[in-house]
């Protein structure tokens, strides 16, 4: 008799698990309680909240970090100080910190989405972060409208980032991140060359006092003359030591196979404009290209044993371990730079085929789709990205403030930055300058994390060929093009 | 109405039996209830999952896709690859799981041993070690540049000594050399086994001119293979479920160039990571299967070389 009754038992319970697990598929804003009181103005502070608790309570808005960064413990305190003075100024809505470490957040989250109970308020969050959860996101438009928010204050591109994928507007820009050309001046002078161009448009003065264009060729040509071997030998000498180089000219962005030097030749996707396809735009292609003919023929880059090498890893970034002559990297690498020496500089990126692109990173806060109380979320986004707390936040992350008029402050207080002895952190005279310089050049859209299908899936593929690739020499590198390209499609192919 | 006969036995039970049945069920009623909560009903949903389309950031509504996870197992490559690096890792790591601990118990249990109590202690106590910390510890250990063991290959003139969790040659022997540190736990199963096999067998080989060899061969070994066939299951099961380590050494990345992608960490990754629960739950009865047939193919193949002393 027993055994009879458990068998409906555990089926019920299976169903109820099984339904309980979907019940976030669903997920849509719902019907929102009373619109915001609150009228913002563009910049401005938003206004105190009503100074009545409503009935039951403050609504309780949930904050959840740290899906794409903010676990570091002195950004943790900096969070929690300015949630404790949101909730000391706005007793109708109660903010709670809901933290789970960077390292399980995306497990976190998902569940949370898949259970039904997301929270309202993500952040700080990445644009490639934000697609791995691609449809989760709340459209703002009409809470920027209803709040007469203006957002002239930011460059359109950078508004438009948040556009991606005709789902409206999934956020304000809060933190960006350019790229520059980060190099070192030193290694430049003991070669006798002339430092890249500090600005966009300048043209390269090579050795023999010939004028030109600053793009990939260039950059290539020199890079062998700054990589340099145990005896002195840079990699353009015929008696040159590629198995013993104590300094490289050129390392690129590695984070991503999309950023290792794809991103930087061009804006791209690996989504065609059908939404079903695996396409690797032409650019990424001759980019991938360069830096493996760079790694294993000409030797100006690192190869993948080599990156991985205590000399010259750099905490995961070459050009920090001071033996590295150029690197192109975001603006969020001045947090580690200052491990390269003391005097390193930024100048202009390279072009290519006569145009420059400047990867942009960009980190800000995203309400979910399936927030249940959008209005009040809405105000506490008001509060994080243009409010009291934005600066705040800003400095904790060390983000780049994408509104225009704050800019310039950035970086005097930058350069005004002291360490525990009371010496400057960054050297004198960097060139700041090119940071903003790169904005107009920003690949926006498509973004080099633009959004694809199976997102996570398709990032451990392209990590792996990129491992692939800097381990293994001799690769024929347009049949490995394929094999990417035919594995991402296999894979967003699958029904699964 | 005739007399039920079965129903006599259960009368015929006395009131204190009864009343210790009830009891022995409210005991074990916690592993009941936990078995049915944490493991039945789990494993019932993730069948359940198998063909549907769930997943944790569901944006289509959720479906019945009959059959298809199970086809899409033929056609994903990374299943395949990550079914190929379990593989590969088992072929070098199950003869180094199953013979290290049993070399190491035949010397612990050597009657020339000085010390071998306190060898036993040193052998099983890495097995106490929390692993995560084990495996952070053996991480420093095996880094090429800072490493002790790349440090001790350079004194000895080794001038390129292996980048062993970095270099895809050289991360499975990594691995294994890493999961040395485990073989306590064999080790004393093992010693427990070769202390049950009467001494007097030894002495008769003795007599009959037997040497070392011959006694190893022909009274440790049969006598011993019960406890070789019981490591063997386990080590097997071990390796298909072979997940912790690459979790912990490079975040579930299955670096270097997924090299470390097992199929038990791959499966993960599609719960979590990828969010795909259906695909993810497909694979994890697709592990199961795999496991549970390797172990009936080692349990049928124990007829022939497992001797169990009280068969005919």
């Known amino acids: 008799m027993h055994a009879r009754l458990s068998r409906p038992g555990i089926l019920f319970a299976a169903i109820a698990l099984l339904a309980s697990a979907c019940g976030g598929s669903a997920a849509s804003p719902s019907a929102s309680s009373a619109p915001s009181s609150e009228a913002s103005a563009s910049v401005a502070p938003p206004s105190t909240g009503p100074a009545t608790v409503p009935p039951g309570g403050p609504i309780q808005i949930r904050w959840f970090c740290c899906l794409g960064g903010g676990d570091d413990p002195s950004q943790q305190k900096v969070f929690k100080q300015v949630i404790a003075d949101f909730n000391a100024s706005h007793p109708n809505i109660k903010v709670v910190f809901d933290y789970t470490a960077y390292s399980g957040a995306r497990d976190a989250f998902a569940t949370r989405v898949a259970s039904g109970n997301p929270p309202d308020i993500v952040g700080p969050l990445g644009v490639g972060g934000a697609n791995a959860f691609e449809g989760q996101w709340l459209d703002l438009s009409q809470h920027i409208q209803t709040n007469n928010i203006d957002l002239s204050g930011f460059d359109q591109g950078v508004i438009n980032l948040y556009k991606a994928g005709g789902q409206g507007q999934l956020g304000i820009p809060f933190a960006i991140y350019p790229s520059e050309l980060y190099y070192q001046p030193d290694m430049f002078d003991a070669a006798s060359l002339e430092p890249p161009p500090a600005n966009y448009g300048d043209q390269y003065k090579m050795p023999d006092g010939s004028m030109v264009d600053w793009n990939y060729d260039t950059v290539r040509q020199i890079a062998m003359q700054l990589t340099v071997d145990k005896a002195g030998k840079n990699a353009t000498d015929s008696a040159f030591n590629p198995k013993q180089i104590v300094q490289y000219g050129f390392e690129p962005q590695r984070d991503d196979l999309r950023t290792m030097g794809a991103a930087y030749f061009a804006a791209g996707k690996f989504l065609a404009d059908d939404g079903k396809t695996a396409q690797i735009p032409d650019a990424w292609a001759a980019a991938w290209k360069w830096v493996y003919k760079g790694m294993w023929t000409d030797h100006f880059i690192l190869t993948g044993p080599a990156y991985n090498s205590q000399t010259f890893n750099g905490g995961g970034y070459a050009f920090n371990s001071g033996h590295v002559a150029m690197q192109e990297n975001f603006l969020w690498n001045v947090c580690c730079v200052t491990d390269a020496g003391g005097n390193w500089n930024l100048a202009a990126l390279p072009s290519y085929n006569g145009k420059v692109t400047a990867p942009l990173n960009a980190d800000t806060f995203r309400i979910t789709k399936g927030t249940k109380h959008p209005d009040e979320a809405f105000t506490v986004l008001q509060y994080l990205v243009l409010g009291a707390a934005h600066t705040k936040l800003l400095n904790s992350i060390s983000g780049f403030p994408a509104l225009k008029a704050e800019q310039a402050d950035y970086f005097t207080q930058l350069q005004q930055q002291k360490d525990d002895k009371g010496k400057l952190i960054y050297p004198p005279d960097v060139n700041w300058n090119v940071v903003t310089q790169a904005i107009p050049f920003a690949d926006i859209d498509p973004n080099s994390e633009n959004a694809m299908p199976k997102y996570n899936k398709s990032l451990d593929i392209l990590a792996k060929y990129l491992t692939r690739w800097t381990s293994n020499p001799g690769l024929n590198m347009d049949n490995e093009l394929n094999n990417l390209k035919q594995e991402l499609q296999t894979t967003w192919n699958a029904a699964s | ?312």
């Not at chain 2, 009343?19 to 069948?47: D, N, Q, Y």
């Not at chain 2, 970095?166 to 064999?186: A, E, N, R, S």
């Not at chain 2, 019960?226 to 097997?236: C, E, H, N, Q, S």
């Open chain 2, 1 to 312: 109405m005739t007399t039920l006969p079965l129903s006599r036995p259960r009368a015929g039970r006395s009131l204190l039996a009864r009343r210790e049945a009830r009891w022995a069920l409210v005991f074990i009623s916690p592993w009941i209830v936990g078995f049915f909560a944490f493991t039945l009903l789990p494993m019932v949903a993730t069948l359940a999952f198998t063909f549907t389309n769930v997943n944790l950031n569901q944006t289509e509504p959720l479906r019945f896709v009959g059959l298809d996870n199970y086809k899409a197992v033929f056609s994903d490559k990374s299943t395949w690859d990550s079914l190929g690096v379990t593989l590969k890792f088992a072929a070098l790591s199950l003869p180094v799981a199953v013979l290290l601990p049993l070399a190491v118990a035949l010397l612990l249990g050597s009657r020339h041993l000085r010390f071998a109590g306190m060898f036993r202690v040193l052998f099983f106590l890495p097995y106490v070690v929390p692993f995560v910390a084990g495996v952070l510890i053996w991480e420093s250990m095996l880094n090429v540049d800072s490493g002790w063991i790349d440090q001790l290959l350079k004194l000895i003139g080794v001038s390129d000594p292996p980048n062993w969790l970095q270099d895809p040659t050289w991360v499975y022997p990594g691995l294994v050399l890493l999961g040395v540190w485990g073989i306590g736990g064999g080790v004393i199963v093992y010693l427990a086994g070769l202390r049950g096999i009467p001494s007097e067998y030894y002495d008769a080989a003795r007599i009959d001119g037997a040497g070392v060899w011959a006694s190893f061969r022909h009274v440790t070994l049969p006598l011993l293979s019960p406890v070789i066939f019981y490591t063997l299951i386990l080590a097997i099961v071990d390796v298909l479920q072979y997940f912790l380590v690459p979790l912990v050494l490079n975040q579930g990345t299955g670096e270097p160039g997924g090299t470390t992608l097992f199929l038990n960490l791959y499966i993960y990754k599609n719960f979590f990571a990828y969010q795909n629960m259906s695909y993810g739950a497909t694979l994890a009865w697709i592990l199961f299967a795999l496991t549970l047939v390797v172990t009936l193919f080692v349990f049928a193949s124990a007829r022939r070389w497992v001797y169990y002393a009280g068969e005919r």
